[in-house]
């Protein structure tokens, strides 16, 4: 991994507990994006995606505070992210949202099509195929890391991903077929 | 190789995880063997779909700045280093400047 990255973000960490907050700004913006993606795309709506967002930092500088596992605070961002957003679906189905693609300036209808299909294909895998897929495939976290984070072994993760991507591909031509 | 043995590796072979030897041997096979060279090529294209069709929303200032308050009230031994919110930013004019001299 990269350990230059790692020392750095050490040191803003301890940056932060000395009361900086300049390090936490940078923390913040490195990271905000694309644990923002992460959760929408796990949640299937930015409007709780972006409550979560505030849980997930809230809940990583707390942890800060105290104790941070080893790895890299992506790493430790990230699982936190999965957790909060786990625990978001798990809230009753009433309280959330109804699942959405926002239209983003400069699409045009094939990029939307693509995107339905992709948001539909997701949300019809399990959660932990939909959870090696973006944090292997788009966030590009070694099986390592993910397996750190998931708590499984490295062996374990690659043989999900294997078949998280193998369901996503049927999912996928399936949602082309419906579409059809 | 058999069709099982390359499937049991085509994930590590599409994550370029083999020694270069096994790398080519599955080559090999999947110039040989269409159904195989499907599985690899349809998965891919799935993984392809998948980075471009995934949305990327951004996180806006004003929301940014909203959950950095969060944080900063949430510690307050960060407080002091947070710049109070200024809503307004016009530069203040004395009266000097208001009112020209005769």
Redesign the interface.
Known sequence: MEHGRENEEARLIARFRAGDMQAVETLFWRYADSVLAYATRLLGNRTDAEEVLSDVFLRAFEGCMSYRAEGTFKAWLFRIARNCCIDRLRQPRLLRLEDGVEPVQGDDTADIELRVAVQRALKRLPEEYQTVLLLCDVEEFTAKEVAEMLGRSVPSVKGMLYRARTALRDALSEEWGEEA | MKCAEVREL???YM?QELTESMMQRIEKHLLRCPACAYEAR??E???E???????????SEP??E???N???E??P??R???PTEQPFSLPLLSLEDEVPSM
Not at chain 2, 49 to 57: F, K, Q, T
């Open positions: 085509l994930g590590n994550d349809s998965i294209q799935a993984r779909m998948l980075r471009r069709g995934v949305e990327s929303p951004m996180v929301l940014g909203r959950i950095l969060h944080i900063a949430r510690f031994h960060l002091a280093t947070r």
